[in-house]
């Protein structure tokens, strides 16, 4: 394109690539996609069993959190991808859209026109299924989701020890039947291959079209704000500073961390946080940077085993088992999460104190909880855009997460335990005896064992009170030309992963901003 823009869309991660895919079906419509990092060229990044090795490397933006006062004062890693396709480039490929009562919190925080209903069609347009035949599924979406072929044996292990214990097994995690049960997980698997979004949304022909242009290696500083309206915004790129004008404004895709930080640095956020690094207030907006909340997994329940444990086909975690916590219903959705990693998973906090296996002498049952009621914030240590922010995730600090957290250890030894174990079960090396004399002891050790699930949502809260940043149309206050469309505006957690909830919502997005833009 050699005119300005019509939109110009911030993040090539897992919303924008589906926003700008979606947008620029629009022929008349021009438009132009911002990443911050460079084309995925890391040949680890197509390998499933290769993700963890991306944590730390050059498509990971690297933040780390402050240190967190309930978990042993660690200050822990947070990869973000760097990269186009986001974090869907370097995730670990689960697809579970969430329970319907996920969608229906949305809703009773003031995020209306976003509940289960809303978004099943989006969820349905956006995937093709292996259930394809059956109701709720999609056949023919940009997503291409599979369940492991070929299991590892630990996994059918993990999922007759959930029934033994009389855990309901389940087909998948997105069907009608909900989410609790053993089960093997969803993946954004393809021909062996990992499927980024980018992969799925920015295909050959998408990117071929002459009204959409995608710029890698630009990182946006602030928007160009006049008399409330967003006529553009000013970034970097290798050659400098760059101002890009947006003829009909910005749709702001760039993560729970990037977005708000942008919106911050234009004078957009908490008055006096802003006036604290010096950046000039333009709007006080409390809720933005609010809300922060994360999905932690300990690895805490490592076992040595007693025979050759063959690598992983896929990507080391085929079945996580949601579970019901004391006093739920069967029909809510699941407080608890107990998953099998086919290698030895120890947290830094925890190394020194186990004789870690190798790859293929031990395995780990990880455990967790899927709706944290802690709640953090994020905040601009600098208005340089460079800067690194502060991330301050409050893990554990709700005294109902580390009641949540002890059930969990409870359920993910009783699971290591079964029958269906014994034939690689042959020493439980954590959590060892010391760290299960006491509640207190236990709690200990799951602040120690503990770390991010890699879900960061809620910085641009969505909702119709006070204490949200976004409207339900994608609006902020009263700017004109600006959307903001990613995790940020979700209200709170879903109960898995949330990359498959985020590409709903980005489909849906995409559907109310080229309706307004219609009107304009």
Not at 52 to 74: E, I, K, N
Not at 187 to 199: E, K, M, P
Not at 295 to 302: E, I, K, P, Q, R
């Amino acid at each position: 394109m050699t005119d300005i823009p019509d939109l110009i869309i911030v993040g090539a991660g897992s919303a924008g690539c589906v926003v700008a895919s979606r947008l620029s079906e629009n022929p008349a419509l021009r438009v132009l996609l911002l990443e911050a990092g460079g084309e995925a060229e890391d040949s680890l990044i197509a390998d499933p069993a290769a993700w963890p090795r991306l944590q730390g490397s050059a498509v990971d933006w690297q933040y780390v959190t402050a240190p967190q006062p309930h978990m042993a004062g660690r200050a822990h890693p947070w990869p973000r991808g760097k990269v186009v396709g986001g974090s869907s480039a370097i995730n670990a490929m689960g697809h579970m859209r969430g329970h319907p009562d996920d969608f229906a919190a949305w809703v009773a925080a003031g995020a209306t026109g976003w509940g289960w209903d809303d978004l099943l069609p989006y969820f349905r347009k956006s995937e093709t299924s292996p259930f394809a035949d059956a109701a709720h599924y999609g056949a023919s979406g940009p997503v291409h989701l599979q369940q492991p072929a070929d299991p590892h044996a630990l996994t059918w292990a993990h999922m007759a020890a959930g029934a033994a214990l009389g855990l309901t097994p389940i087909r998948d995690h997105n069907g009608p039947a909900g989410m609790a049960g053993p089960t093997l997980n969803t993946l954004t698997i393809r021909d062996g291959r990992r499927q980024s979004v980018a992969d799925a949304y920015l295909t050959p022909s998408v990117r071929a079209r002459p009204n959409l242009e995608l710029r890698a290696g630009v990182m946006v500083d602030r928007l160009l704000i006049a008399d409330g309206r967003i006529a553009g915004l000013v970034g970097h790129d290798a050659s400098g500073s760059v101002t890009l004008g947006a003829a009909a404004g910005v749709i702001l895709s760039a993560g729970t961390i990037s977005t708000p930080l942008i919106l911050m640095r234009s004078g957009l956020g908490p008055a006096q946080e802003l006036r604290d690094v010096g950046v000039a207030v333009l709007c006080d907006i409390p809720a933005l940077g609010a809300n922060l909340q994360d999905h932690l997994l300990s690895a805490g329940n490592v076992y040595r085993a007693r025979r050759f444990v063959p690598p992983s086909s896929t990507q080391h975690s085929e079945s996580l088992t949601y579970i019901h916590a004391r006093g739920q219903r069967p029909s809510d959705a699941p407080e608890l999460v107990v998953g099998c990693v086919t290698v030895p998973v120890v947290s830094e906090a925890l190394a020194q104190e186990v004789d870690i296996p190798a790859p293929s002498e031990g395995y780990t049952l990880m455990f967790g909880i899927t709706h944290p009621r802690s709640r953090g914030r994020l905040r601009l240590r600098s208005a340089d855009p460079k800067a690194e922010p502060l991330i301050d995730p409050q893990y554990l600090s709700a005294p109902a997460d580390r009641a949540h957290f002890l059930e969990a250890l409870h359920w993910a030894r009783a699971l290591g335990g079964a029958d269906s174990y014994e034939p690689w079960r042959k020493d439980e090396l954590l959590p060892a005896p010391r760290h299960l004399a006491t509640e207190s002891a236990m709690l200990d050790f799951i602040e120690r064992a503990a770390f991010t699930h890699h879900h960061p949502v809620g910085t641009c809260r969505m909702g119709t009170r006070g204490d949200a940043a976004v409207s339900p149309d994608l609006a902020l206050h009263d700017f004109t030309g600006l959307w903001v469309c990613d995790g940020s505006i979700l209200p709170s957690l879903t109960t898995g992963p949330v990359n498959a909830a985020i590409i709903a919502v980005a489909e849906r997005g995409a559907d109310l901003i080229a309706h307004q833009l219609r009107r304009m």
